[in-house]
């Protein structure tokens, strides 16, 4: 019986630790990381000057999550028509707090 509780324990704990949205990068203990999204994309215009900046954001503590980090999200906070390049800033911390920032430049 006490092997059985143990076991459950195990697989709730996996369930939720891979179950969170939010965790798009894993570290061991923290890793923030920069990414720079595929140039082959057909968001991506790379005639278009870098003038204007905009971003989004989402985290997430535990199994709370909030935001939207979107690339649509961060083109209107920015008053962008048309993409040069995205970067995504993430940090992860002890899979505890997640966060996630799009970052567009454009014109």
Known sequence: MKKLLVLSALCATAVVMTGCGVIPMKGVSMAPITLDHIASDPIVDNAVR???RGEAKSMGVILF?????SIGTAMKNGGITKVHHVDYSVKNILFLYNETITIVYGE
């Open 50 to 52: 870098p003038i204007k």
């Open 65 to 69: 999550n909030t935001g939207d980090a």
